[in-house]
Each structure stands twice: as structure tokens, then as C-alpha cells.
């Protein structure tokens, strides 16, 4: 069980272009979904946390209007880089925290994008 | 400010050796997580600790929550090369909603 997909898993894309990445929990309900993205050998860091069926929070230094999030359901939220550029390269990494439990989080794949 | 600090940030040892990751914070937690993480996927939880001087284990991991659920261990017993891979810990703080993360030990373990 708790388990989370992400699609795509790897995407290249031009500058200048738009990129979604879903993320889904396929066998439990997340009230609560988060985004993060990771560099090379280091840790998470995360980007912004979305309720279903509310505004996602950012964290600061997060661009909101290049970083859209939407969490239309409980099974499923996108994230959007707009207008992406090279520095936007990156592993962004989704999580899902079920509506119960210690505060755990389920973690998909990853999506690697690579902006040429 | 890193709330959470993970020593070692790198660890290289033989199949075989047993190793401790720390996890550490002034701060209490309500639960903390570990988290194993493989390059290019996702962090995969191994166990959450809930009570103070919990232990838990995972085969040939063992895992404590400290009495003042401020910190944590992680102990592998004769590590073997499957074994590599960052590991990270998470806690939640209480009344918090937001999970708090180390900065990761990368444990590497050579056959």
C-alpha cells in the first residue's frame, strides 16, 4: 500500500516552453500533497505544500507564478513549471501524507526535467 | 537554520562493518521518519518512531527514538552493498504540519 506515482519521469523540454508533472497516490487518499526538488547529492527541498481544493502554500523563494500547483483531488496534484529555463533543471520529487497517521509521507519516483 | 542535523554527511565503510546515523534537534518531535533514498528515485520510508525510547526493527536496521523525542538512531548490522544510498530523516514537530527533513548521510558500502 501508499504508494505514489509521478508521470513523467523524465522530461526534456526548450527554454521558454511549459512543463507538467502529475503526481498521484493510487491506493489512498492525501489530503495533504508536496513538492519537492532535489539537487545533485543533496537533500530535499521543499517547494510548496498543497491541500485539495485550496491554494498551495510556497515556501519562501518560491516563484508562485513560475511554479503553479494544483491539487484538484485527493488523488491527484500538478505541478507546472512555466516558461522554464536551464536553471530549472532539476529532480522534483512529489509526496502524499494520507489523512491519517504519525505525519508520514509516501514519495513518488521523481521527474527529472533537463531544460535545453 | 537546519533544525534537524544528520552526522555523519558521508559514510564509506566494508561489506560487512556496522555503522550509526545520527539525527539530531533542540526541538521535540511528535514522530520522526527515515527515509532510504536510491539516485534518480524517490525517498522510500523504512519506519516511523512515535514514542520516546521507541526502538524499532528492520531486519538488520534498528532504529530509537531518543526519551525526549529530540533525536534518533539508525544502526545497520553488517552492512552490505544493498545497503547504499542516502539516508534521511524527517520529523514532525508538534502542532506543526510541516515535515522537517536532515540534510541526508550518504552511506556508500563496498563489497
Known amino acids: 500500500g501508499a504508494v505514489v506515482s509521478q508521470h513523467p519521469s523524465w522530461v526534456i523540454c526548450k527554454s521558454g516552453t511549459s512543463v507538467k508533472i502529475e503526481c498521484r497516490s493510487l491506493?489512498?487518499?492525501?489530503?495533504?500533497m508536496f513538492w519537492y526538488r532535489q539537487f545533485p547529492k543533496q537533500s530535499l527541498m521543499l517547494m510548496a505544500t498543497s491541500n485539495e481544493g485550496s491554494k498551495a502554500t510556497y515556501e519562501q523563494g518560491v516563484e508562485k507564478d513560475k511554479f503553479l500547483i494544483n491539487h484538484a483531488s485527493l488523488t491527484l496534484s500538478t505541478l507546472t513549471v512555466t516558461s522554464a529555463h536551464p536553471e530549472d533543471s532539476s529532480f522534483y520529487i512529489c509526496s502524499a501524507r494520507p489523512g491519517t497517521g504519525p505525519y508520514e509521507q509516501y514519495f513518488g519516483p521523481g521527474t527529472r526535467l533537463t531544460v535545453t | 537554520t537546519q533544525l534537524l542535523e544528520q552526522s555523519p554527511q558521508f559514510l564509506s565503510i566494508q561489506e560487512g562493518e556496522n555503522l550509526t546515523v545520527y539525527c539530531n534537534s533542540s526541538s521535540v518531535f511528535s514522530s520522526l521518519q527515515w527515509y532510504r533514498q536510491e539516485p534518480g528515485e524517490g525517498p522510500v520510508l523504512l519506519v516511523t518512531?512515535?514514542?520516546?525510547?521507541e526502538v524499532k526493527k528492520l531486519k538488520r536496521l534498528t532504529f530509537q527514538f531518543g526519551d525526549a523525542r529530540k533525536d534518533s538512531s539508525l544502526h545497520i548490522t553488517a552492512a552490505q552493498p544493498g545497503d547504499t544510498g542516502l539516508y534521511l530523516c524527517?520529523?514532525?514537530?508538534?502542532?506543526?504540519?510541516?515535515?522537517?527533513f536532515g540534510a541526508g548521510t550518504r552511506l556508500f558500502v563496498k563489497a
Open positions: 491506493d489512498f487518499q492525501a489530503t495533504t
Open positions: 524527517a520529523g514532525a514537530r508538534s502542532g506543526g504540519f510541516k515535515t522537517i
Open positions: 518512531v512515535v514514542t520516546g525510547g
